[in-house]
C-alpha cells in the first residue's frame, strides 16, 4: 500500500497560484502513475492531471496551459503548479496512485488516495 498526503491548499484571489504537493510513502514501487484529481461540492470528482513518466503527463482540458504536473523522484513527492487560477477551481485536491495506466484521467485503477487539500478561490 502507498500513503499520499497533500499539501499546500488555501485560500487565493482569482489570478493568482498555488503550487500543491502530495508525499508518498510505502510500497511506491508498485505505482505505475500517480495524478492529481479534485472534487467541488455537489460534483463528480475529477481527474486533473496525471504523471506516467517524465515526457508523459496528461491534463484536463479546463487547466491545459495553466497548471504543471511535476515528481521531485529524489523526495518522492508529485507537485502541482496552479496559475491563472479562477473561481471554478476551487475544490478538495486529492493526490492518488494507479495500478495501470492507458491514459485515463477517471478513476479507474486508481487505487490508494491522500485525504485532499482545500483550495479556495475568490473571485
Known amino acids: 500500500q502507498v500513503q499520499l498526503v497533500e499539501s499546500g491548499g488555501g485560500s487565493v484571489p482569482a489570478g493568482g497560484s498555488l503550487t500543491l504537493s502530495c508525499e508518498a510513502s510505502?510500497?511506491?514501487?508498485?505505482?505505475?502513475?500517480i495524478a492529481w484529481f479534485r472534487q467541488a461540492p455537489g460534483k463528480e470528482r475529477e481527474g486533473v492531471a496525471v504523471?506516467?513518466?517524465?515526457?508523459?503527463?496528461r491534463y484536463t482540458d479546463s487547466v491545459k496551459g495553466r497548471f504543471t504536473i511535476s515528481k521531485d523522484h529524489a523526495k518522492n513527492t508529485l507537485n502541482l503548479q496552479m496559475n491563472r487560477l479562477a473561481p471554478e477551481d476551487s475544490a478538495v485536491y486529492y493526490c492518488?496512485?494507479?495500478?495501470?495506466?492507458?491514459?485515463?484521467?477517471?478513476?479507474?485503477?486508481?487505487?490508494?488516495w491522500g485525504r485532499g487539500t482545500q483550495v479556495t478561490v475568490s473571485s
Open positions: 492518488a496512485d494507479c495500478r495501470w495506466f492507458a491514459g485515463q484521467l477517471n478513476q479507474a485503477g486508481f487505487y490508494d
Open positions: 510505502g510500497h511506491t514501487y508498485s505505482s505505475i502513475c
Open positions: 504523471f506516467a513518466s517524465e515526457g508523459d503527463t
